[in-house]
C-alpha cells in the first residue's frame, strides 16, 4: 500500500490540472487508465478561448481561467498558450433572433460585432452574401494551444512531486477507516480524498465507489479537415452557424470543420461517422463558395455533459472524501484552469479562487443533482 493525501482518477485535461493544483497542498497519485494522458477528448479537442460561448456558470468559469490561459506561470509552458482566433457566429434571416439571443447573454462581457451580408464576406471571403444576411464577430477570441496546456499541466504536477500511473486501471475503490483504498493495477494507493475526473466514464468510477451516478452523457462529435483551394487563410476567424449546426475553422493550409453534432455514446474509443462528415459538408458548402469533393482526415471525441449541461465540481454530500471534477462538455479545455484551482481549494478548505464566488461554487457543485 502507497499513503497519499488525494488520488486523482484520470489524467485528460481535468485530472491533469486538478493534480497541478492539488500537488501544491499534498501528496498526489495521478493515476490514468490508457497509456497515454488525454488520449480520448483532451487529445481530440480543436479548443478555442471564446467568452461568448455558453452562458452562466460555464461563461463564468471560462472568464476565471482567463488570467492563467493569458499569463501561465514561467516554467508552465515555454510558449503562448493562446493564438488570436476571432469568431464569427454567421445567420441567414431566419436566425437573426438567435444573434439577439447570443448578444443578451454575453451582456457587456465581452466585445461583439454586428457584421452585415458584405462584411461577412470581407472577415470571410468563402462566405456567400446572398445567403447569410449578419453576423456577430467576437474579436479577442483566441485559439489555445490544448497540447502545450496539457502538458504544462503534466509537467508542473510531477514537479510538484505527483505520482503518475498511466496504462493503470482503477479496479476497486472502497472507503475504509475514514480513508479511501483505490486498487490501481496491482498498486493500492491509499488517500483521504478521490478526485473523480474520468470523463466519460466518471459515472463507472463512481459505481466502483458505491456512489451513485450523477447520469452523466458522453455526446460523440466527428471532426474532419479539408482543403480550400483557391483561398487565402490568413485572418480567417473561426465561422459558426448561429445555431450551431457546423463550423469551420482555419489550421495552417486547411480547415477544420464538424457538424457540431452530439450522438449519445457509451463511453468508448469513439469513431467518425460518414453520415456526419457528409451532413457537415452539405451544410458548410450551402452558405460558402467551397467544393468539397474529399476530406484529409476525420476523427470524433467524446464530450460529457451533467443533466443540466453544467460541470460538476464538488465533494459528493453521499460519500465522505469522494469529489466530482466531471461534466465538462464542450468547453472543458477553456474552464480547466478556474474549476481545477476551485477543486484544489475545496479539498484544500482554502478561500476561493479569485473569479469565483460561493453561488458560482453551489451552482456547479454535484448536489444540486442529489
Same mark, same amino acid.
Given at each position: 500500500?502507497?499513503?497519499?493525501?488525494?488520488?486523482?482518477?484520470?489524467?485528460?485535461?481535468?485530472?491533469?490540472?486538478?493534480?497541478?493544483?492539488?500537488?501544491?497542498?499534498?501528496?498526489?497519485?495521478?493515476?490514468?487508465?490508457?497509456?497515454?494522458?488525454?488520449?480520448?477528448?483532451?487529445?481530440?479537442?480543436?479548443?478555442?478561448?471564446?467568452?461568448?460561448?455558453?452562458?452562466?456558470?460555464?461563461?463564468?468559469?471560462?472568464?476565471?481561467?482567463?488570467?492563467?490561459?493569458?499569463?501561465?506561470?514561467?516554467?508552465?509552458?515555454?510558449?503562448?498558450?493562446?493564438?488570436?482566433?476571432?469568431? $464569427?457566429?454567421?445567420?441567414?434571416?431566419?436566425? +437573426?433572433?438567435?444573434? @439577439? %439571443?447570443?448578444?443578451?447573454?454575453? =451582456? /457587456?462581457? *465581452?466585445?461583439?460585432?454586428?457584421?452585415?451580408?458584405?462584411?461577412?464576406?470581407?472577415?470571410?471571403?468563402?462566405?456567400?452574401?446572398?445567403?447569410?444576411?449578419?453576423?456577430?464577430?467576437?474579436?479577442?477570441?483566441?485559439?489555445?494551444?490544448?497540447?502545450?496546456?496539457?502538458?504544462?499541466?503534466?509537467?508542473?504536477?510531477?514537479?510538484?512531486?505527483?505520482?503518475? $500511473?498511466?496504462?493503470?486501471?482503477?479496479?476497486? +475503490?472502497?472507503?475504509? @477507516? %475514514?480513508?479511501?483504498?483505490?486498487? =490501481? /493495477?496491482? *498498486?493500492?494507493?491509499?488517500?483521504?480524498?478521490?478526485?473523480?475526473?474520468?470523463?466519460?466514464?466518471?459515472?463507472?468510477?463512481?459505481?466502483?465507489?458505491?456512489?451513485?451516478?450523477?447520469?452523466?452523457?458522453?455526446?460523440?462529435?466527428?471532426?474532419?479537415?479539408?482543403?480550400?483551394?483557391?483561398?487565402?487563410?490568413?485572418?480567417?476567424?473561426?465561422?459558426?452557424?448561429?445555431?450551431?449546426?457546423?463550423?469551420?475553422?482555419?489550421?495552417?493550409?486547411?480547415?477544420?470543420?464538424?457538424?457540431?453534432?452530439?450522438?449519445?455514446?457509451?463511453?468508448?474509443?469513439?469513431?467518425?461517422?460518414?453520415?456526419?462528415?457528409?451532413?457537415?459538408?452539405?451544410?458548410?458548402?450551402?452558405?460558402?463558395?467551397?467544393?468539397?469533393?474529399?476530406?484529409?482526415?476525420?476523427?470524433?471525441?467524446?464530450?460529457?455533459?451533467?443533466?443540466?449541461?453544467?460541470?460538476?465540481?464538488?465533494?459528493?454530500?453521499?460519500?465522505?472524501?469522494?469529489?466530482?471534477?466531471?461534466?465538462?462538455?464542450?468547453?472543458?479545455?477553456?474552464?480547466?484552469?478556474?474549476?481545477?484551482?476551485?477543486?484544489?481549494?475545496?479539498?484544500?478548505?482554502?478561500?476561493?479562487?479569485?473569479?469565483?464566488?460561493?453561488?458560482?461554487?453551489?451552482?456547479?457543485?454535484?448536489?444540486?443533482?442529489?
Amino acid at each position: 500500500m502507497e499513503r497519499v493525501d488525494v488520488v486523482v482518477v484520470g489524467a485528460g485535461i481535468a485530472g491533469a490540472s486538478a493534480a497541478y493544483e492539488l500537488a501544491a497542498h499534498g501528496d498526489v497519485a495521478l493515476v490514468e487508465r490508457e497509456p497515454v494522458a488525454g488520449y480520448h477528448t483532451t487529445g481530440r479537442s480543436a479548443a478555442l478561448y471564446t467568452e461568448s460561448y455558453e452562458k452562466g456558470p460555464v461563461q463564468l468559469l471560462t472568464l476565471a481561467s482567463g488570467p492563467f490561459l493569458r499569463d501561465p506561470p514561467d516554467d508552465f509552458v515555454d510558449h503562448p498558450l493562446l493564438t488570436p482566433l476571432p469568431v $464569427l457566429y454567421v445567420a441567414t434571416a431566419a436566425q +437573426l433572433e438567435t444573434l @439577439d %439571443r447570443i448578444v443578451a447573454e454575453v =451582456a /457587456g462581457r *465581452t466585445e461583439l460585432r454586428r457584421l452585415g451580408g458584405e462584411e461577412l464576406h470581407q472577415a470571410c471571403p468563402a462566405l456567400d452574401p446572398t445567403r447569410l444576411v449578419a453576423g456577430l464577430l467576437e474579436p479577442a477570441a483566441h485559439e489555445i494551444d490544448v497540447h502545450a496546456l496539457h502538458q504544462g499541466y503534466l509537467r508542473g504536477a510531477r514537479r510538484r512531486g505527483t505520482a503518475t $500511473l498511466l496504462d493503470t486501471a482503477v479496479t476497486a +475503490l472502497r472507503r475504509r @477507516d %475514514r480513508r479511501w483504498e483505490v486498487r =490501481a /493495477g496491482e *498498486t493500492v494507493l491509499v488517500a483521504d480524498v478521490v478526485v473523480d475526473a474520468a470523463g466519460a466514464w466518471a459515472d463507472e468510477v463512481a459505481v466502483l465507489a458505491d456512489v451513485e451516478p450523477l447520469g452523466l452523457t458522453p455526446l460523440r462529435r466527428t471532426a474532419f479537415t479539408f482543403g480550400a483551394e483557391g483561398h487565402d487563410l490568413t485572418g480567417w476567424p473561426m465561422v459558426v452557424d448561429a445555431d450551431e449546426r457546423f463550423y469551420f475553422k482555419p489550421e495552417r493550409d486547411q480547415l477544420m470543420g464538424s457538424l457540431a453534432d452530439e450522438t449519445p455514446s457509451e463511453p468508448c474509443d469513439a469513431r467518425p461517422e460518414e453520415i456526419d462528415v457528409a451532413l457537415a459538408i452539405e451544410r458548410i458548402t450551402a452558405v460558402t463558395d467551397f467544393t468539397i469533393r474529399s476530406v484529409r482526415r476525420t476523427w470524433a471525441g467524446l464530450r460529457t455533459f451533467s443533466p443540466d449541461r453544467l460541470p460538476v465540481v464538488g465533494f459528493e454530500p453521499t460519500a465522505d472524501g469522494f469529489l466530482w471534477l466531471a461534466g465538462q462538455g464542450g468547453f472543458g479545455i477553456m474552464t480547466a484552469p478556474a474549476m481545477a484551482r476551485l477543486a484544489a481549494a475545496i479539498v484544500a478548505g482554502g478561500p476561493l479562487p479569485d473569479g469565483i464566488d460561493p453561488d458560482l461554487a453551489a451552482a456547479v457543485a454535484p448536489g444540486r443533482l442529489r
